[in-house]
């Protein structure tokens, strides 16, 4: 596929034996290795980035995308709400976690050289850098581009007596049933404030007895967070309607002050599961303790008042250090509301996942995918590649073939109306064996995932809640179906959940294939999952906890030991974070090797140090769709000069090395390793939605004026593949 035109043509474009520089690379296959001085970081924990910091770099990223001129405009309102969902999560997993730690007088480092207390103080420092600038962009950036495309936030004391009569029936009809004062006096104690709840403080003072009061006032979540006039044009906040009517709330008080707060709390689950004799009892219980987790952080309207700050503040035992104060709306994740407005001029233009040529019936008639998949295997590209005709048919199709005698799945996250779990009730109600397994720790969809198992349970699907001290992470099925010529596997290895939803907005990869060694491997897996099991032996896949990080590590020290100048890895994925990994990486790097990576969020390895990662080039795409796809391509993998390439859910982290279910599976036929070169091509190609690590630790946007877009590339290459002769396609 040419890069620059999307049309098909014989050879890889780019060089993937030469190191990513824009759309032009060097071929390095003759270069000798350099002799190279060790770096002073060698040893040090500088060679290491903080986590939880490079985690803010990555969410800063999001939100520049929200003052990108180049991106339409409610996209860049939806930057600004993801941008303000992904901070919430932060504090009540990694920031609540810190806290736990100091608390419990943990002053271990991390590799990085910080103890928790430490790296709470940087947090703090960055995340005020972070709410001045996302206050910035709403209030000066966004707020000008929206009133001027016509969609206008208004304050109460900016409305018109016409618009205020509106909101006052607005208020009596809708808003003012569902609100409840509580008062906090020696007769009502301060109350529970839940989650993420936005709430007003009112003081308010008693016209007979001169006393001050204080009360709380919920916002209702179920109601809009913008209140939509007439016009359908212009927003007001929730909360200063409610504010504008307490005396209807509060009648015959005087209404001294009111103040926007909200509480963000400890909601990562802390399972004891080695006590725990039902994993379902003990998750659900545990989702009970959420709502009452230790406040970790409160925002509260820049303009309140100290006494009420600090009311607040002790109410809820939290440290001046762990407020947060606010100009402008609290809680931006409300402005997702925006995007629904029926403004095609301010959003990207709709992309409907294409179905490639194998995969397409003549008339629009469904292919028989086992079929399909018996002549070669299918490697499916989302959202570019349709997810319905590709792997929710996959599921369809085996519920309600007659040969097929048993499908297995693993459930990590899927949507509430997912056709996959009805397809796994009907091959229940239909007398085949169905396996799935459902990772009842996934966080906040914990209480859906819950809901399913016991959905499927009914049905008679044969339920797992995976393993004690271990995540289910990895995404496969496997069907077993009785053939002519004896019993068959038939398998999907993913990078994705099985989510439809999601499918339209990250960026995964899946492999449908028959190969017998991968349907083995997928046997052992399962049996290893749903049963007892110890030193299981997988053929092909490579399995964490078990062969996957001992592998990873293998297969870089191979490159190290290449013949000269011949040593390249290119490495896609999430986050990297793993310390042992990240040195064998600057190993490699000293030794010769030439290293490309792309990481989306977190990455704690420092590119480009002399002496110590010279070779090393770390990059990161934000853009539309959500890069979630992990790849691992090794220039001698299988040889020398033969290159191996894997792809699965595993990202190079302790946790999903070490305490995760993961799989990646090695991609052997030729066609489609070219199309997974092709992928990684076009990343280290696009000068468009990348952002560049330095020696530094910074992120630098990449500016070659706009030649490639990986999300646009991977469109325009998805409709050739769609077009094409299935005989034509790899």
Not at 123 to 140: D, K
Not at 449 to 458: F, H, P, S, V, Y
Not at 555 to 566: H, N, V
Request: aromatic letters at 6%; a negative charge.
């Amino acid at each position: 596929m040419d890069i620059a035109t999307g049309r098909a043509h014989e050879g890889p474009v780019l060089d993937l034996d030469a190191p990513a520089g824009g759309v032009e690379a060097v071929d390095l296959r003759e270069a000798e290795p350099a002799a190279v001085a060790t770096s002073p970081l060698a040893t040090s924990p500088d060679r290491f980035l903080n986590r939880e910091l490079s985690w803010l770099d990555f969410n800063e990223r999001v939100l520049l995308l929200a003052s990108d001129a180049s991106v339409p405009l409610l996209e860049r309102v939806k930057f600004c709400a993801i941008f303000s969902e992904n901070l919430d999560e932060f504090f009540q997993v990694r920031v609540s976690g810190l806290q736990d730690q100091v608390a419990a007088g943990i002053i271990r480092t991390s590799p990085d050289g910080l103890t928790p207390s430490e790296q709470i103080q940087a947090i703090g420092a960055r995340v005020a850098q972070l709410t001045e600038r996302v206050q910035h962009v709403f209030l000066a950036e966004l707020v000008p581009e929206l009133a001027a495309a016509g969609i206008v936030f208004s304050s109460w004391h900016e409305l018109d007596d016409d618009d205020r009569q509106y909101l006052v029936k607005e208020f009596e009809d809708r808003i003012f049933p569902v609100l409840t004062p509580l008062a906090v006096d020696p007769g009502h104690p301060f109350p529970y404030i839940s989650n993420l709840s936005l709430n007003l403080a009112v003081v308010l003072r008693d016209p007979v007895t001169s006393e001050r009061r204080f009360a709380r006032v919920k916002v209702p979540s179920l109601l809009p967070r913008f209140v939509v006039m007439p016009d359908g044009e212009r927003f007001v906040p929730l909360e200063q309607v409610i504010a504008a009517h307490l005396d209807r709330l509060f009648p015959g008080m005087e209404i001294i002050e009111t103040s926007a707060f909200r509480v963000t709390r400890n909601a990562d689950l802390t399972l004891e599961e080695e006590e725990a004799d039902d994993l379902l009892a003990a998750v659900e219980m545990e989702l009970r303790r959420r709502r009452f987790g230790q406040a970790v952080r409160l925002e509260v309207d820049a303009e309140v008042t100290p006494e009420v700050c600090e009311l607040l503040a002790r109410e809820l035992d939290l440290l001046p250090g762990e407020v947060t104060p606010v100009v402008g709306p609290i809680d931006l994740s409300g402005l997702w509301g925006l995007t629904a407005l029926e403004r095609p001029d301010l959003k990207h233009e709709p992309w409907s996942p294409v179905t490639q040529a194998r995969l397409a019936g003549a008339d629009d008639e469904r292919v028989d995918l086992f079929s399909v998949i018996s002549d070669g295997d299918v490697l499916v590209h989302h959202p570019y590649d349709s997810f319905v005709t590709s792997v929710e048919e996959f599921v369809r199709q085996a519920a309600r073939d007659p040969k097929v005698l048993a499908i297995k799945l693993t459930l990590y996250r899927t949507s509430g109306d997912s056709p996959i779990i009805q397809s796994l009730i009907r091959a229940a109600e239909r007398g085949k064996q169905v396996a799935a397994l459902v990772e009842l720790k996934a966080r906040f969809d914990e209480a859906a995932n819950i809901g399913w198992a016991r959905a499927l349970e009914q049905a008679g699907v044969h339920v797992t809640y995976g393993l004690v001290g271990l995540k289910t992470h990895t995404k496969t099925a496997l069907v077993v179906r009785d053939e002519p010529t004896g019993i068959r596997r038939y398998c999907h290895i993913g990078t994705g959940n099985y989510n439809p939803k999601t499918a339209k907005l990250y960026e995964d990869l899946g492999l449908l294939t028959a190969d017998p060694d991968l349907g083995a491997d997928l046997t052992e897996l399962f049996n290893f999952l749903t049963g007892y099991g110890r030193n299981v032996r997988y053929r092909k896949l490579l399995v964490a906890p078990h062969s996957l990080r001992t592998r990873i590590e293998e297969l870089i020290r191979g490159e190290m030991a290449a013949p000269p100048g011949t040593g390249r890895i290119v490495m896609k994925m999430n986050s990297l974070v793993d310390p042992s990994l990240i040195d064998t990486m600057y190993e490699a790097s000293q030794a010769g090797v030439e290293i490309d990576l792309v990481v989306r969020g977190i990455c704690c390895l420092r590119p480009g140090v002399p002496g110590l990662s010279d070779r090393i080039r770390v990059r990161s795409i934000v853009g539309r769709y959500l890069e979630h796809s992990r790849i691992f391509q090794f220039a001698n993998g299988w040889g020398e000069g033969e290159a191996a390439i894997y792809f699965g859910s595993a990202d190079l982290m302790p946790r999903n090395l070490d305490r995760r279910i993961e799989a990646l599976t090695p991609v052997v036929d030729p066609g489609l390793q070219r199309r997974l070169r092709e992928i990684l091509e076009v990343n280290l190609a696009d000068d468009t939605l990348t952002w560049r690590l330095d020696a530094d630790g910074t992120w630098e946007r990449v500016a070659h004026g706009g030649t490639v877009d990986a999300h646009e590339r991977f469109q325009e290459m998805a409709t050739v593949r769609a077009r094409r002769a299935p005989a034509d396609v790899d």
